[in-house]
């Protein structure tokens, strides 16, 4: 049975995507390779259970320790705008700092670079890993916010929603870069959060201006359009950034 | 004497089991897998890789010698495309590195000291993504862990594996994708005899792909090779044909 | 290579520095509300304008560095970074100054320059850092570079942000230079011009200092290769946030030819 393996022209079958006439495989499309990436590392965040329960127990307990730091029974307005997008930060820098380690120890980054694909794919992959994190962080932290901090506000759900969103998408940009940046450093866990939360800092500015009206007692209004815009702009800016300097930070 | 007369030879080698030096000649006209030609690999200041140059054929057998720290892991990393050569010319697979690095990806397969899987998923698990990523067939992955016999535990998470089905199950994501060149080094560290046995048709002699082995064994590694090449702190100090070099010669190289 | 213009560039920055400061203490009239505090802003804002550009120059010649993988731009791009930061301290502690004699207090919220520039400060405070905990020399210049050119992008964007942010509750004399008459413009573009000089120049200094070394010991690690002796051995330089100008810096015919002596002997080509 095991001599029939080695060099036999069967194993160079092609799958779904085409192969080339002379036989010889090109570069992995690379929308097969990000679903491969983002599957392992939804399977690997699943069976280890690392990052998201901590982000978000982290949340919760922040939440219970303002109470405490700030001697209020409810926040609305600034103050509470302010401080869900701290703790939202602060939980998600937990994320960022895992977000690499895996690869890191057991070989990942090697056995990425070795195949013949698309390397800003990882990038790709690993920033919607971090942001299917910050989602559920949220769908946790929020519920529990409103629940222990800020029951009288007259929250309006889908818009706070969608700035969170756009936050999102800025903090898992900047966080993905600047976890690859700092994974393979000899102080990891402390350069993350430390290069990552000034770079965020417009982010803070963008989401807590955006979501104080809407976290008002009484009547909440709109966001106003040019803290959005703010959060669009850094969004589109750093995610090209990012695409652009990931593949240098990949390489040995 | 010896390491001097191995230097003073073109590193041109005749096949093995015979052929005269004229008819290698011609073959060497053909394609070299493997081409360097006054290789740098710098790491800071010191060189990791002073000048090597060497060429190697198809279906051949590279053995690299030398101590803990001579550059042999670094010439196999830079032969994966994963390391930038400094100075100097490297072509693999008639391919010019880093230009062209990326067409010859899929065709190499490196076996380092790091099995590259993930230990919280499965045999089965790390081979379907490695195959997804090289986009080759499912059942290539069911193909291997049967020949590496690993089929029974295939969906247990490596971390509960002993490392010797471990490295086994190394070799079937280094051959998963039927690379034509082979970068092994020291392969057959954590695997005991009849594993040894069982690897043989993927990455060994008889496997008919061309080879770079790091050893540390003299009698096997010579046993195996075509060419021969000495590392001493990053200096090419032995390149010659095996038949030339005798292991005490190897020995020699890591006083 | 890098030494020439050095004096001519000296000899500039003290004249223009010194004219100045002639303008600013002799010639320029006092502001009506401030008074003599005022004078800071000569001093504050070239500061700022020029840590600034410094920065993002750094991020230029990271992106260099990063296409052309020679390390001088790795090279240039530290020294302005690390200039930069220390004209950014500067910038902050007369602007500290300023408000605490304008104001009262040691620091206020309400400008948006001082904000945003505490902020870039802080985080161009991680770039010695984080060369300084990776070992390998070339992967500590690519990082860096990466990090250079991320937050060079970020500081416009980051004053962007920070002054749409900030509530203007006292008039920004710091920013107002539009509405200055014109001895005030004229004093302060010369301040600018010399706050460039001074930059620059130092900048230079350091460059051509540190080349220099390198090249002694390229020049000395040469001389062990072929002699061998312990007098000409080379010490190990130890773990540092400094790029180092290797071989690389040098011309190509000199790492050529050091590494061609084992070769000739045993007539390897």
Same mark, same amino acid.
């Given at each position: 049975?095991?001599?029939?393996?080695?060099?036999?022209?069967?194993?160079r079958?092609?799958?779904?995507s085409?192969?080339?006439?002379?036989?010889?495989?090109?570069?992995?499309?690379?929308?097969?390779?990000?679903?491969?990436?983002?599957?392992?590392?939804l399977?690997?965040?699943?069976?280890?259970?690392?990052?998201?329960?901590?982000?978000?127990?982290?949340?919760?307990?922040?939440?219970?320790?303002?109470?405490?730091?700030?001697?209020?029974?409810?926040?609305?307005?600034?103050?509470a705008?302010?401080?869900?997008?701290?703790t939202?930060?602060?939980?998600?820098?937990?994320?960022?700092?895992?977000?690499?380690?895996?690869?890191?120890?057991?070989?990942?980054?090697?056995?990425?670079?070795?195949?013949?694909v698309?390397?800003?794919?990882?990038?790709?992959?690993?920033?919607?890993a971090?942001?299917?994190?910050?989602?559920?962080?949220?769908?946790?932290?929020?519920?529990?916010?409103?629940?222990?901090l800020?029951?009288?506000?007259?929250?309006?759900?889908?818009?706070?929603?969608?700035?969170?969103?756009?936050?999102?998408?800025?903090?898992a940009?900047?966080?993905?870069?600047?976890?690859a940046?700092?994974?393979?450093?000899?102080?990891?866990?402390?350069?993350?959060?430390?290069l990552?939360?000034?770079?965020?800092?417009?982010?803070?500015i963008?989401?807590?201006?955006?979501?104080?009206?809407?976290?008002?007692?009484?009547?909440?209004?709109?966001?106003?359009?040019?803290?959005?815009?703010?959060?669009?702009l850094?969004?589109?800016?750093?995610?090209?950034?990012?695409?652009?300097?990931?593949?240098?930070?990949?390489?040995? | 004497?010896?390491?001097?007369?191995?230097?003073?030879?073109?590193?041109?080698?005749?096949?093995?089991g015979?052929?005269?030096?004229?008819?290698?000649?011609?073959?060497?006209?053909?394609?070299?897998?493997?081409?360097?030609?006054?290789?740098?690999?710098r790491y800071?200041?010191?060189e990791?890789?002073?000048?090597?140059?060497?060429?190697?054929?198809?279906?051949?057998?590279?053995?690299?010698?030398?101590?803990?720290?001579?550059?042999?892991?670094?010439?196999?990393?830079?032969?994966?495309t994963?390391?930038?050569?400094?100075?100097?010319?490297?072509?693999?697979?008639?391919?010019?590195?880093?230009?062209?690095?990326?067409?010859?990806?899929?065709?190499?397969?490196l076996?380092?000291?790091?099995?590259l899987?993930?230990?919280?998923?499965?045999?089965?698990?790390?081979?379907r993504?490695? @195959?997804? +990523?090289?986009?080759?067939? #499912? *059942?290539?992955?069911?193909q =291997? %862990? /049967?020949?590496?016999?690993?089929?029974?535990? $295939?969906?247990?998470?490596?971390?509960?594996?002993?490392?010797?089905?471990?490295?086994?199950?190394?070799?079937?994501?280094?051959?998963?994708?039927?690379?034509?060149?082979?970068?092994?080094?020291?392969p057959?560290?954590?695997?005991?005899?009849?594993?040894?046995?069982?690897?043989?048709?993927?990455?060994?002699?008889?496997?008919?792909?061309?080879?770079?082995?790091?050893?540390?064994?003299?009698?096997?590694?010579?046993?195996? @090779?075509? +060419?021969?090449?000495?590392? #001493? *702190?990053?200096?090419?100090? =032995? %390149? /010659?044909?095996?038949?030339?070099?005798?292991? $005490?010669?190897?020995?020699?190289?890591?006083? | 290579?890098?030494?020439?213009?050095?004096?001519?560039?000296?000899?500039?920055?003290?004249?223009?520095?010194?004219?100045?400061?002639?303008?600013?203490?002799?010639?320029?009239?006092?502001?009506?509300?401030?008074?003599?505090?005022?004078?800071?802003?000569?001093?504050?804002?070239p500061?700022?304008?020029?840590?600034?550009?410094?920065?993002?120059?750094?991020?230029i010649?990271?992106?260099?560095?990063?296409?052309?993988?020679?390390?001088?731009?790795?090279?240039?791009?530290?020294?302005?970074?690390?200039?930069?930061?220390?004209?950014?301290?500067?910038?902050?502690?007369?602007?500290?100054?300023?408000?605490?004699?304008?104001?009262?207090h040691?620091?206020v919220?309400d400008?948006?320059?001082?904000?945003?520039?505490?902020?870039?400060?802080?985080?161009?405070?991680?770039?010695?850092?984080?060369?300084?905990?990776?070992?390998?020399?070339?992967?500590?210049s690519?990082?860096?570079?990466?990090?250079?050119?991320?937050?060079?992008?970020?500081?416009?964007?980051?004053?962007?942000?920070?002054?749409?942010?900030?509530?203007?509750?006292?008039?920004?004399?710091?920013?107002?230079?539009?509405?200055?008459?014109?001895?005030?413009?004229?004093?302060?573009?010369?301040?600018?011009?010399?706050m460039?000089?001074l930059?620059?120049?130092?900048?230079?200094?350091?460059?051509?200092?540190?080349?220099?070394?390198?090249?002694?010991?390229?020049?000395?690690?040469?001389?062990?290769?072929?002699?061998?002796?312990?007098?000409?051995?080379?010490?190990?330089?130890?773990?540092?946030?400094?790029?180092?100008?290797?071989?690389?810096?040098?011309?190509?015919?000199a790492q050529?030819?050091?590494?061609e002596?084992?070769?000739?002997?045993?007539?390897?080509?």
């Amino acid at each position: 049975m095991s001599a029939t393996i080695p060099g036999s022209e069967s194993a160079r079958r092609p799958v779904a995507s085409g192969e080339r006439a002379d036989g010889r495989r090109g570069t992995t499309p690379t929308l097969n390779v990000v679903r491969a990436l983002l599957r392992k590392e939804l399977l690997v965040e699943l069976r280890t259970l690392e990052s998201v329960p901590g982000m978000s127990l982290f949340a919760v307990t922040t939440f219970v320790v303002f109470h405490f730091a700030l001697n209020r029974n409810s926040i609305d307005g600034d103050l509470a705008a302010g401080v869900l997008w701290v703790t939202l930060l602060f939980a998600a820098m937990l994320g960022v700092n895992r977000l690499f380690v895996a690869d890191a120890d057991q070989g990942g980054f090697d056995g990425f670079l070795l195949a013949p694909v698309e390397r800003s794919a990882m990038l790709i992959a690993k920033l919607l890993a971090l942001l299917v994190y910050l989602v559920v962080l949220e769908l946790v932290a929020v519920p529990a916010f409103l629940l222990l901090l800020a029951p009288s506000s007259d929250h309006a759900l889908c818009s706070l929603i969608g700035v969170l969103a756009l936050g999102d998408v800025g903090i898992a940009a900047i966080g993905t870069l600047v976890a690859a940046l700092a994974v393979r450093t000899r102080a990891r866990d402390l350069l993350g959060p430390l290069l990552a939360l000034p770079l965020l800092v417009p982010i803070v500015i963008g989401g807590a201006r955006a979501s104080s009206p809407l976290l008002v007692l009484g009547h909440a209004g709109s966001p106003a359009a040019r803290w959005l815009l703010t959060l669009g702009l850094y969004d589109l800016v750093f995610g090209l950034i990012a695409y652009a300097l990931f593949d240098f930070l990949l390489e040995d | 004497m010896q390491i001097e007369q191995g230097l003073a030879e073109s590193p041109a080698v005749p096949r093995r089991g015979g052929g005269d030096v004229a008819e290698s000649r011609d073959a060497e006209a053909v394609r070299a897998v493997v081409e360097l030609d006054r290789l740098v690999r710098r790491y800071g200041e010191r060189e990791a890789l002073s000048s090597v140059s060497l060429s190697l054929q198809e279906r051949q057998t590279l053995v690299v010698f030398g101590p803990n720290g001579a550059g042999k892991t670094t010439l196999l990393r830079v032969l994966a495309t994963l390391l930038r050569p400094h100075s100097g010319r490297v072509e693999v697979l008639g391919e010019s590195i880093p230009e062209r690095a990326w067409a010859v990806r899929g065709r190499i397969g490196l076996l380092g000291h790091e099995p590259l899987l993930y230990r919280e998923l499965s045999a089965r698990e790390n081979l379907r993504f490695h @195959a997804r +990523l090289h986009d080759v067939s #499912r *059942e290539r992955v069911e193909q =291997l %862990l /049967a020949a590496v016999q690993i089929d029974r535990r $295939a969906d247990e998470p490596i971390r509960t594996l002993s490392r010797g089905m471990v490295q086994r199950v190394a070799v079937a994501r280094a051959v998963l994708h039927d690379p034509e060149l082979l970068l092994l080094d020291e392969p057959h560290s954590n695997l005991d005899p009849a594993a040894t046995e069982l690897v043989e048709p993927l990455i060994g002699a008889a496997s008919g792909r061309t080879r770079v082995i790091c050893s540390h064994d003299p009698g096997g590694g010579l046993a195996e @090779a075509d +060419l021969v090449l000495g590392l #001493r *702190e990053g200096h090419p100090a =032995l %390149l /010659a044909p095996a038949r030339d070099v005798d292991a $005490a010669t190897v020995t020699e190289l890591y006083r | 290579m890098y030494g020439k213009g050095l004096r001519a560039l000296s000899i500039s920055t003290v004249v223009v520095i010194a004219i100045a400061l002639a303008l600013v203490f002799f010639w320029v009239p006092l502001e009506a509300e401030q008074g003599f505090l005022q004078k800071i802003f000569y001093v504050h804002v070239p500061l700022a304008i020029v840590a600034l550009c410094g920065f993002i120059a750094g991020g230029i010649f990271a992106i260099q560095h990063l296409r052309t993988r020679e390390a001088k731009w790795d090279f240039r791009s530290y020294v302005a970074i690390h200039m930069s930061l220390i004209f950014g301290v500067a910038t902050l502690i007369t602007g500290s100054i300023w408000a605490k004699g304008s104001w009262g207090h040691w620091w206020v919220w309400d400008e948006p320059t001082l904000v945003s520039f505490l902020i870039v400060f802080l985080l161009y405070a991680t770039y010695q850092p984080l060369r300084f905990a990776i070992e390998d020399p070339e992967r500590q210049s690519r990082y860096a570079s990466v990090f250079a050119i991320t937050a060079g992008a970020f500081v416009p964007l980051n004053f962007i942000a920070v002054r749409a942010s900030t509530a203007y509750v006292h008039p920004r004399v710091l920013g107002a230079t539009s509405n200055l008459p014109w001895q005030m413009s004229l004093t302060f573009l010369v301040s600018l011009l010399g706050m460039a000089l001074l930059f620059t120049t130092l900048c230079k200094y350091e460059l051509t200092a540190k080349h220099t070394r390198a090249q002694l010991r390229a020049l000395r690690r040469l001389a062990e290769r072929r002699t061998g002796t312990a007098e000409t051995a080379v010490p190990r330089r130890g773990r540092s946030a400094a790029p180092s100008l290797h071989a690389t810096a040098m011309s190509a015919n000199a790492q050529h030819h050091a590494a061609e002596p084992g070769g000739a002997r045993t007539g390897l080509r």
